[in-house]
């Protein structure tokens, strides 16, 4: 079901074994919603996730929208796909596939038209959570939302920011939800060769960077974050945490699940972040690199860098942080762009976790060890299925 509980879901026959969930129970965030609203969040876990996120933070998202203009004020967010409950469904179809096609067709038109409630509860509109959102907050301006596979927060994030660049809002909640703790997803994505495979500790198995990485390690979260104008911040008498300088997107459309091997959309993405920037890579003091553990991506992802930042490389530090919280798919954006801010702040640049052999030893400051330095600008990659390839460089307020 795609509401379970994670600590409910097992690995039990399948290749791999390893999961990283939100180790608590959200439910008691949300227990004052509506009927309707906790009855979906049972049965989508991500909108659970996201309405739960919501709540841990309410109050101080209305703090910063007092007296704020509801025309002028959009969300945006970046969400995974809806999974199909297949158990539910082979159940439900089983008796009509030897019958004649006109039954056949007769059942698609049953389940469509929601005669088995169980059933209607799974067809939620994949933008609920943005409208969630915008009903909470009074965001009237625009809810919008992005489903980009991996780029999806991120590109969600970098849309708000053009948003603001472009007048068209002063303030945008932005981020994104998602979970792969599924049977549906886990099954496909293990078909696909990218999940992690090893008889270790999830907290081992995932190597990102390292010659012997076997995949990723699965995840899920939600994240929001609020983007607003230079005027807004000061006639709201805001202190700012930090700005976006630019982003860059791009796609190379070689191949669904997979990259362009070239590297090409890749390199225009990170150097299309940095001429919107205005920056010079040397200044770039962390990037977190999207570092899924696969074969291809991790070292297409290292060289792509390289290339584009010549000699600064050997002064900037990069890692991935996947191996500690998994992989968020939809939501990895935003998780990985609150994650660097929080870095920036605590002048802290975390290691890739598991590194014992990296895949490339010398010209890039490639983390095996925690440690402390000054960051000022920072950088946030995410690459996803389809060829889309999205960066974000961001700068801490003084």
Do not use: W
């Not at 309707?36 to 996201?50: G, M, P, W």
């Not at 959570?129 to 907050?137: F, N, P, T």
């Not at 390690?217 to 974050?225: C, Q």
């Not at 930042?309 to 935003?334: L, P, Q």
């Amino acid at each position: 079901m795609a509401g379970q509980n994670p600590k409910d879901f097992s690995t039990s026959g399948l290749k791999s074994h390893g999961v990283a969930f939100v180790d608590k129970d959200v439910s008691s965030l949300y227990t004052n919603e509506s009927e309707q609203i906790i009855e979906v969040a049972k049965y989508d876990r991500k909108f659970e996730l996201l309405i739960a996120t919501y709540k841990l933070f309410e109050k101080r998202l209305k703090n910063y929208l007092v007296n704020s203009d509801p025309m002028r004020s959009g969300v945006i967010l970046g969400v995974g796909l809806d999974v199909t409950p297949i158990e539910k469904l082979n159940n439900y179809m089983a008796k009509y596939l030897a019958e004649s096609e006109l039954a056949f067709l007769q059942t698609l038109l049953d389940f469509n038209s929601n005669k088995d409630e169980s059933l209607a509860k799974l067809q939620n509109p994949l933008d609920i959570s943005s409208i969630y959102i915008a009903e909470k907050l009074r965001l009237a301006a625009f809810q919008k939302t992005l489903i980009t596979a991996c780029t999806s927060s991120t590109q969600a994030i970098a849309l708000a920011y053009k948003s603001i660049l472009n007048d068209e809002a002063d303030v945008v909640i932005t981020g994104g939800t998602d979970s792969i703790i599924n049977l549906m997803a886990y099954t496909a994505f293990g078909k696909l060769g990218v999940i992690a495979k090893s008889d270790k500790s999830p907290k081992e198995y995932c190597k990102p960077f390292d010659v012997n990485r076997t995949g990723a390690l699965v995840g899920e979260a939600a994240g929001l974050s609020l983007l607003a104008s230079e005027e807004y911040i000061k006639s709201h008498n805001i202190k700012p945490r930090f700005e976006i300088l630019g982003y860059g997107n791009s796609l190379d459309g070689h191949k669904i699940t997979s990259a362009d091997p070239s590297g090409d959309g890749m390199r225009r993405a990170l150097q299309m972040s940095l001429n919107m920037s205005g920056v010079d890579p040397k200044t770039i003091d962390y990037v977190n690199l999207h570092g899924t553990a696969t074969r291809l991506n991790d070292e297409l992802e290292l060289k792509s860098l390289m290339e584009v930042f010549g000699d600064s490389c050997e002064n900037t530090s990069v890692s991935s942080t996947k191996s500690r919280h998994g992989h968020a798919i939809a939501a990895a954006g935003i998780q990985e762009f609150n994650l660097l801010c929080n870095c920036m702040e605590n002048n802290f640049v975390p290691a890739s976790r598991n590194l014992e052999k990296p895949i490339i030893d010398s010209g890039i400051d490639l983390l095996k060890e925690n440690k402390n330095k000054n960051l000022v600008i920072g950088m946030t990659n995410n690459f996803a299925f389809g060829g889309v390839n999205s960066s974000l460089i961001i700068k801490k307020c003084e």
